[in-house]
C-alpha cells in the first residue's frame, strides 16, 4: 500500500508575539536532527517546534 509522501513547506511566521522564525528554526533543528537526514520538515514539525519552545521558555521563565 503506497502512502503520500508530506511535502516540505517554507518555514511560516510564528503565532507567538516574541519569538522569532530563527529561533523556531533552531529549536526545530535540534528536535528533528534525525529526521533531517530523511526528509525536510513539514508544517506539523514547524508547530510542533514553536510550540515546544514556547513551553520551554514558559518553564524557564518560572523556575528562574
Known amino acids: 500500500m503506497k502512502t ?3 511535502k516540505a513547506v517554507v518555514q511560516r511566521a ?4 516574541g519569538i522569532t522564525k530563527a529561533m523556531v528554526r533552531q529549536h ?6 534525525d ?3 530523511r526528509r525536510p520538515l513539514t508544517l506539523e514539525d514547524w508547530v510542533l517546534a514553536e510550540k ?3 513551553g520551554d521558555l514558559e518553564t524557564e ?3 528562574g
Do not use: G, M, N
Open 4 to 6: 503520500k509522501a508530506k
Open 14 to 17: 510564528p503565532f507567538t508575539p
Open 28 to 33: 526545530a533543528y535540534e528536535l528533528f536532527r
Open 35 to 37: 529526521k533531517l537526514a
Open 52 to 54: 515546544d519552545l514556547v
Open 61 to 63: 521563565e518560572s523556575a
